[in-house]
């Protein structure tokens, strides 16, 4: 089978939490196939927050949309399709997701 990236934004008290709900969110719009191309295939998060704020201070004056694209494009070049994903807290109660799934 083959691999697609995919990005995500979801809701959570933590990370963890946040994590999960995309995953259910997952199985729930593209069922449990296991090459269904979304977060739902991916073993796991691995915290980069602190990358993500990283980027969003070296934007100097550009947007949190830019640096989350810049976080994306690096999680992406850091992932695997049978790994975890990357993860972030954007604001209070709101995670990106991004990397590489199953497809």
Known sequence: MGAST?????????????????????????????????????????DQSDRLADLADETLGGTNIEAERAWTI??????????????AKVESGKYIFAGWANS
Request: hydrophobic letters at 25%; charged letters at 15%.
């Open 74 to 87: 690096e999680a992406y070049n850091h992932t695997e399709k049978y790994g975890p994903c990357w993860g």
């Open 6 to 46: 995919f990005q995500c934004i979801a809701s959570g008290d933590s990370l963890q939490d946040a994590y999960q709900n995309a995953v259910q969110s997952a199985v729930y719009s593209h069922g449990h196939e296991p090459y269904n191309g979304t977060i739902s295939t991916t073993e796991g998060v691995v």
